[in-house]
Protein backbone atom coordinates (compact mmCIF):
# COMPACT_ATOMS: atom_id res chain seq x y z
CA UNK A 1 0.00 0.00 0.00
CA UNK A 2 1.53 3.63 -0.89
CA UNK A 3 2.17 5.96 2.14
CA UNK A 4 -0.64 8.05 3.46
CA UNK A 5 -3.75 8.06 5.93
CA UNK A 6 -4.20 4.88 5.75
CA UNK A 7 -0.96 3.68 5.60
CA UNK A 8 1.41 1.97 8.33
CA UNK A 9 3.85 4.28 6.14
CA UNK A 10 2.91 7.24 6.89
CA UNK A 11 4.18 10.76 4.33
CA UNK A 12 7.14 12.55 6.46
CA UNK A 13 5.37 15.90 7.41
CA UNK A 14 6.37 19.13 5.25
CA UNK A 15 8.79 20.81 8.08
CA UNK A 16 6.55 24.06 8.62
CA UNK A 17 3.76 22.20 9.47
CA UNK A 18 3.12 21.29 12.94
CA UNK A 19 0.13 20.84 15.30
CA UNK A 20 -0.02 20.17 19.49
CA UNK A 21 -2.74 19.31 21.98
CA UNK A 22 -3.33 21.48 24.94
CA UNK A 23 -6.21 20.23 27.53
CA UNK A 24 -8.02 22.43 28.95
CA UNK A 25 -10.86 22.00 31.79
CA UNK A 26 -13.59 21.53 29.28
CA UNK A 27 -11.73 20.66 26.00
CA UNK A 28 -9.10 19.70 24.07
CA UNK A 29 -7.63 21.84 21.88
CA UNK A 30 -5.33 21.37 18.83
CA UNK A 31 -3.36 23.69 17.86
CA UNK A 32 -2.29 23.59 13.90
CA UNK A 33 0.06 25.44 11.61
CA UNK A 34 0.70 25.29 8.28
CA UNK A 35 -0.56 23.18 5.43
CA UNK A 36 -2.92 20.30 5.71
CA UNK A 37 -2.10 18.31 2.30
CA UNK A 38 -1.78 14.76 1.88
CA UNK A 39 1.57 14.68 3.40
CA UNK A 40 0.50 16.27 6.67
CA UNK A 41 -3.32 15.11 7.02
CA UNK A 42 -1.67 11.25 8.50
CA UNK A 43 -0.01 13.68 11.35
CA UNK A 44 -3.25 15.46 11.99
CA UNK A 45 -5.29 12.56 11.84
CA UNK A 46 -3.20 10.95 14.46
CA UNK A 47 -3.03 13.44 16.72
CA UNK A 48 -6.51 14.70 16.41
CA UNK A 49 -7.68 11.12 17.19
CA UNK A 50 -5.26 10.90 20.57
CA UNK A 51 -7.21 13.95 21.50
CA UNK A 52 -10.50 13.16 20.73
CA UNK A 53 -9.61 9.64 23.23
CA UNK A 54 -8.75 12.13 26.25
CA UNK A 55 -11.39 13.45 29.07
CA UNK A 56 -12.41 16.67 27.45
CA UNK A 57 -15.68 16.62 26.40
CA UNK A 58 -14.97 18.36 23.04
CA UNK A 59 -11.53 18.59 20.59
CA UNK A 60 -11.18 22.02 18.84
CA UNK A 61 -8.65 21.78 15.66
CA UNK A 62 -7.37 26.05 16.00
CA UNK A 63 -6.89 26.24 12.48
CA UNK A 64 -6.08 30.19 12.71
CA UNK A 65 -2.37 29.14 11.19
CA UNK A 66 -3.34 26.62 8.33
CA UNK A 67 -2.32 28.52 5.58
CA UNK A 68 -3.76 25.34 3.05
CA UNK A 69 -6.27 22.47 3.23
CA UNK A 70 -6.83 19.85 0.44
CA UNK A 71 -8.97 17.00 -0.02
CA UNK A 72 -6.38 14.74 2.09
CA UNK A 73 -6.61 17.16 5.08
CA UNK A 74 -10.47 17.43 4.77
CA UNK A 75 -10.72 13.68 4.61
CA UNK A 76 -8.86 14.08 7.94
CA UNK A 77 -11.23 15.96 9.56
CA UNK A 78 -14.29 14.11 8.62
CA UNK A 79 -12.30 11.09 9.77
CA UNK A 80 -11.49 11.96 12.43
CA UNK A 81 -14.95 13.42 13.23
CA UNK A 82 -16.40 9.94 12.68
CA UNK A 83 -14.07 8.55 15.41
CA UNK A 84 -15.01 11.37 17.30
CA UNK A 85 -18.63 10.90 17.81
CA UNK A 86 -17.86 7.33 18.47
CA UNK A 87 -16.03 8.29 21.58
CA UNK A 88 -18.93 10.27 22.65
CA UNK A 89 -17.28 13.84 22.04
CA UNK A 90 -17.39 16.10 19.45
CA UNK A 91 -14.92 18.13 16.87
CA UNK A 92 -15.10 21.56 15.48
CA UNK A 93 -12.69 23.62 13.91
CA UNK A 94 -11.74 27.44 15.60
CA UNK A 95 -10.52 30.11 13.36
CA UNK A 96 -10.10 28.82 9.35
CA UNK A 97 -8.67 31.33 7.16
CA UNK A 98 -10.70 32.58 4.21
CA UNK A 99 -9.11 30.49 1.92
CA UNK A 100 -9.78 27.31 3.92
CA UNK A 101 -13.30 28.26 4.88
CA UNK A 102 -14.06 28.74 1.57
CA UNK A 103 -12.81 25.11 0.61
CA UNK A 104 -15.09 24.02 3.67
CA UNK A 105 -18.10 26.22 1.84
CA UNK A 106 -17.66 24.71 -1.62
CA UNK A 107 -17.91 21.25 -0.64
CA UNK A 108 -20.74 21.64 1.91
CA UNK A 109 -18.37 21.24 5.15
CA UNK A 110 -20.26 24.10 7.06
CA UNK A 111 -23.40 21.65 7.46
CA UNK A 112 -21.58 19.08 8.78
CA UNK A 113 -18.41 20.45 11.03
CA UNK A 114 -19.08 22.76 13.62
CA UNK A 115 -17.00 26.03 12.30
CA UNK A 116 -16.57 28.33 14.14
CA UNK A 117 -14.55 32.34 14.40
CA UNK A 118 -13.61 32.36 10.53
CA UNK A 119 -11.28 34.93 10.24
Known amino acids: MAPGIESDEPIPPAPDFSCAIRRETDRV?????GE??????????ATLRDAAGGSGSSVVADFADVT?????????LLAAQRDAESLGTTLGVHGPRPNVLLVFDLLGLTDRLVVEGAS
Open 29 to 33: VVSVE
Open 36 to 45: VDIATAPVLY
Open 68 to 76: FIDSSGVQC
